[in-house]
């Protein structure tokens, strides 16, 4: 087996022994597993040869890009029995068309790095996530990641023209169309997209661009309840239409820890319960969007919506402002070991979640702490949890994160919302997934799985529990 994969991929890149931490490791430092080989092909013929071995071998395979995912779905488990299929070294801009306004890259090119490709032409990728300096396009498809710009944009389901696939049986499959519009036959695209590495590997995606807007400006507002953020959206939905790129919610206590963790960090704002970050972008100059912005803060206020607000005057303030969004998750990972639910419910229905999930949770686990964030403009919130102050983490999850998750997934379900918004399901939620999916849903996952990856050797134990 060993000796198949180093001819397929060369010796050098087959790795066994050593520190494979960066691997093995997942980027919560939750989980620790141990591959029985981590194998990095350098293309598509490569990758095919390497699941033809495994296949032949009935060897499981756990494909990985940047490693940034919080689920559990990119490292192997603790039994030293499956392949780690690192897409790392596939970091090839293939083609940029401009006038098709889309791109063609490997899966293994950091988002951030094909960002910089379409902005060097003066267009446009609208994907952007924390970990865009180092996830990976294929691991972005593969979850359908989301990001700060959903709202305007759509996930990354939807900026995905077509996409190039490894099957179970090593098999390629060059979906690479620059299409906006194939209605021939049943959408594979979108099968794969999303299925976190269990029916196939990504190896490349052709992916929409947009035109560069002229001006993009962002302002945070200090709202007293959530009920006011929400009304602040429909707000700024009616005034600035699809220029509103951006709207991104923070309650006090994970600014709080934002602030404790890095003290460095600028904020232009007193702290309140709620604070938002409003991003607009504007195809005809920055005044229009300034002259947009400032209005619709200045009748929030005059509403009652929000008490103070402020507009970044330059980039660098506007990079601040998104930078105390993005370092919350650094911030709870520095406070200690958290808990994680990246949910989605209809917006309309959020404040009065929060307000019976929050009560609900102090009265059952005194003192625990709500680092409640997220991109309110979507329904989508990382309503996360913290130990109590004082109380050790690690202990502390393991005697009450199940029955916490329980209770935040259950009010989820019931207020008809979904338990993965973003993130995916990975190996943390398959128990969740059974529950909170109809039997006829779960069956046709189960069918699909069954036909596309028949010795079930794609990423075991992820999504679909064994
Ligand atoms: C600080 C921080 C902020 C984040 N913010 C966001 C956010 O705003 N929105 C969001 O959606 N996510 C967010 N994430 C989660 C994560 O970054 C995304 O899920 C990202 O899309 C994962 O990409 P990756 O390349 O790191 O994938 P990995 O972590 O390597 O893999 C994720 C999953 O995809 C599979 N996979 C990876 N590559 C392939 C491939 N080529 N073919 C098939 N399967 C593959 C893996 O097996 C695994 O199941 C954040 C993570 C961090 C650490």
């Not at 499956?82 to 790392?88: G, K, M, N, T």
Request: proline residues 4%; negative net charge.
């Amino acid at each position: 087996m060993v000796a198949a994969l180093r001819a397929a991929v060369g010796e050098a890149q087959v790795l066994i022994g050593g520190d494979l931490s960066a691997f093995e490791q997942d980027w919560r430092k939750r989980l620790r597993g141990r591959a029985l080989a981590v194998v990095r092909p350098r293309d598509t013929e490569e990758v095919a040869a390497v699941l033809r071995t495994c296949a032949a071998h009935g060897v499981p395979l756990v494909p990985q890009g940047g490693n940034t995912g919080l689920v559990g779905g990119s490292t192997p488990d603790e039994s030293g029995t499956q392949v780690l299929l690192s897409l790392s070294r596939m970091n090839r801009v293939r083609e940029v068309d401009e006038a098709n306004l889309s791109l063609t890259v490997e899966a293994g090119c950091v988002l951030q790095t094909v960002q910089e490709t379409a902005q060097a032409r003066g267009l446009l990728l609208p994907l952007s996530l924390g970990a865009e300096g180092s996830c990976t396009i294929g691991g972005n498809l593969a979850t359908n990641a989301g990001g700060t710009q959903v709202l305007r944009y759509g996930n990354a389901r939807e900026l995905c023209l077509g996409i190039e696939v490894v099957t179970a049986r090593g098999e390629i499959w060059n979906g690479l169309t620059g299409l906006r519009k194939d209605n021939a036959g049943y959408d594979l695209r979108d099968l794969y997209i999303g299925s976190e590495g269990t029916l196939g590997v990504i190896t490349a995606a052709t992916l929409k661009l947009y035109p560069q807007p002229a001006a993009t400006l962002t302002a945070l507002a200090a709202c007293e309840t959530l009920a006011q953020a929400v009304a602040l959206l429909q707000l700024a939905q009616a005034r600035a239409g699809s220029a509103l790129t951006g709207f991104e919610v923070m309650n006090a206590f994970s600014l709080a820890l934002v602030r404790k963790h890095f003290p460095h960090l600028r904020h232009p704002l007193p702290a309140s319960p709620w604070t938002v970050l409003i991003e607009l972008s504007d195809a005809e100059s920055e005044a229009h969007a300034r002259d947009v912005l400032e209005r619709l803060l200045e009748t929030a206020m005059e509403d009652g919506l929000a008490g103070d607000a402020a507009v970044a005057e330059t980039l660098s303030q506007s990079h601040d402002m998104w930078h105390l969004r993005e370092t919350i998750t650094l911030a709870q990972m520095e406070e200690g070991l958290n808990i994680k639910h990246d949910i989605a419910l209809p917006v309309s229905r959020i404040p009065a979640f929060c307000e019976a999930t929050d009560a609900a949770l102090q009265q059952a686990f005194p003192g625990v702490r709500l680092v409640n964030f997220g991109h309110l403009g979507d329904g989508n919130l990382h309503y996360n949890l913290q130990a109590p102050e004082g109380a050790d983490s690690a202990a502390w999850l393991r005697e009450f994160e199940p029955r916490v998750s329980r209770s935040v997934y259950a009010a989820v379900t019931a207020a008809g919302g979904s338990i993965s918004a973003e993130h995916g399901i990975g190996s943390a939620k398959c128990e969740e997934l059974v529950r909170s999916k109809s039997p006829v849903a779960l069956g046709l996952m189960r069918t699909l799985k069954q036909a596309l990856d028949p010795s079930g050797i794609l990423n075991p134990g992820r999504v679909l529990a064994p």
